[in-house]
């Protein structure tokens, strides 16, 4: 039974100092890399999500607000754009290389790591696909879901990823939220799902 660490969006612009930064960000990000650093033998693949915007003007079919203030639910500033050091992984992330990366949005309103594209296949991949289609060909099971943020992206991948039909774990220590009630109803809504809840330290 073969198992994945799922990052979702540990990108510049989402951690202090970025366009939309969700705090705790950094510190999510060096959680990580310290929790691969000690059970990265837990895991048969690592897969990384990335945002992938157009620049202004393009509002990424209605993801960037243009002419208008965000509304932070369902419109944003601009953030992660493509070949921007706000779309490149935080410096204290670090990735095996043989991670798998999915970047999403691309001109799409992209929440889910499963609605992107594979760009960088692992080992078991022949060529870029879905997130599904690699984590099948990699005999994947269960996955783990860590990254930003816990109220948005991380939600979003995690609740595909049981529509998928993968047993799905949320690691709630390596996440950080954008809102704490938003946190907490995006949480209840996992749980409420069948998504289990629980801690790098206690899976």
Not at 21 to 35: E, H, K, L, M, S
Request: overall charge negative; proline content about 4%.
């Amino acid at each position: 039974m073969g198992r994945a660490l799922v990052v979702v969006d540990v990108q510049n612009d989402f951690c202090e100092g970025g366009s939309l930064a969700v705090t705790g960000g950094t510190a999510v990000a060096a959680g990580i890399t310290g929790f691969l650093d000690r059970a990265a033998g837990d895991y048969d693949l690592v897969v990384a999500t990335a945002d992938w915007h157009e620049p202004l003007p393009d509002s990424n079919a209605g993801h960037f607000a243009v002419g208008a203030d965000p509304d932070y639910v369902s419109t944003w500033p601009e953030h992660c754009v493509r070949d921007t050091p706000g779309a490149a992984y935080h410096p204290d992330l670090r990735l095996p290389a043989s991670a798998v990366h999915v970047r999403k949005g691309q001109g799409r309103q992209d929440y889910s790591g499963f609605e992107g594209a594979v760009v960088q296949a692992g080992p078991h991949a022949e060529a870029p696909g879905t997130l599904t289609a690699a984590l099948r060909a990699a005999g994947i099971e269960d996955v783990d879901v860590v990254g930003l943020a816990t109220d948005h992206c991380v939600t979003a991948t995690a609740l595909d990823a049981l529509e998928a039909g993968f047993g799905v774990r949320v690691l709630t220590d390596l996440t950080a939220g954008v809102g704490v009630r938003t946190t907490i109803d995006a949480l209840t809504r996992l749980a409420g799902r069948g998504v289990a809840l629980t801690t790098s330290d206690a899976r």
